[in-house]
């Protein structure tokens, strides 16, 4: 039976390999927009997950090779490897061509902030499941999303589209640490396919 900490381990080393091919788990493959019920696309241009990671950025490549199956919770080395993934991932690099752009992404919604039902702020992730289920998403795919007016009627992994103001702000929060923020001019609930 596998222990928290190797399974952790194990999911890390996973991850960060198919992030160095561009492609996240579960994530919605999403092009530039065309319209959608509120914005235009000579307002917000779409963008892709995957443009949030710098071009040869590979998390794996300093835990190739090391031997993992015989590792359990109380092995120091265990402790340490894992110390180490975390670090790589809070400290994800970002791509700041994007800074100041006014972007359009699609994600799945976690709470962070609410007054009255609405969210104040929340986080912003590729895939169903990331920040509850461990491990999280590196840094570079998690998106801090401050909206203009709290966003009313949305629950924890509803999946919308967030436009708005992107920047490479790292921001820590209790769920996840974001390497992007964005200030979002609207969230709009996802539904069906997009519209390119």
């Not at 194990?10 to 919605?28: C, E, H, K, M």
């Not at 200030?183 to 997009?194: K, L």
């Amino acid at each position: 039976m596998q222990t928290q900490r190797r399974q952790f381990i194990l999911n890390f080393i996973a991850v960060s390999s198919s992030l160095t091919v561009g492609s996240v788990l579960g994530a919605p493959t999403i092009a530039p927009v065309r319209g959608s019920p509120a914005l235009t696309a000579s307002a917000f241009r779409g963008l892709k997950w995957a443009e949030l990671i710098p071009k040869g950025w590979d998390p794996s490549a300093s835990f190739r090779g090391r031997n993992t199956t015989l590792l359990n919770d109380w092995d120091p080395r265990a402790r340490k490897l894992l110390k180490e993934a975390k670090a790589v991932w809070d400290h994800a690099p970002t791509v700041d061509t994007f800074n100041g752009a006014s972007i359009k992404i699609a994600g799945y919604v976690v709470p962070l902030e609410s007054s009255n039902g609405a969210l104040k702020e929340f986080l912003l992730v590729p895939y169903f499941g990331a920040c509850i289920h461990t491990p999280p998403p590196p840094a570079n795919q998690i998106i801090f999303v401050v909206p203009k007016t709290p966003a009313e009627g949305f629950h924890t992994m509803d999946t919308v589209w967030v436009s708005g103001t992107l920047t490479a702000t790292r921001v820590d929060t209790f769920a996840g640490n974001s390497g992007y923020k964005i200030d979002a001019t609207a969230v709009e609930r996802y539904v069906g396919a997009p519209t390119y």
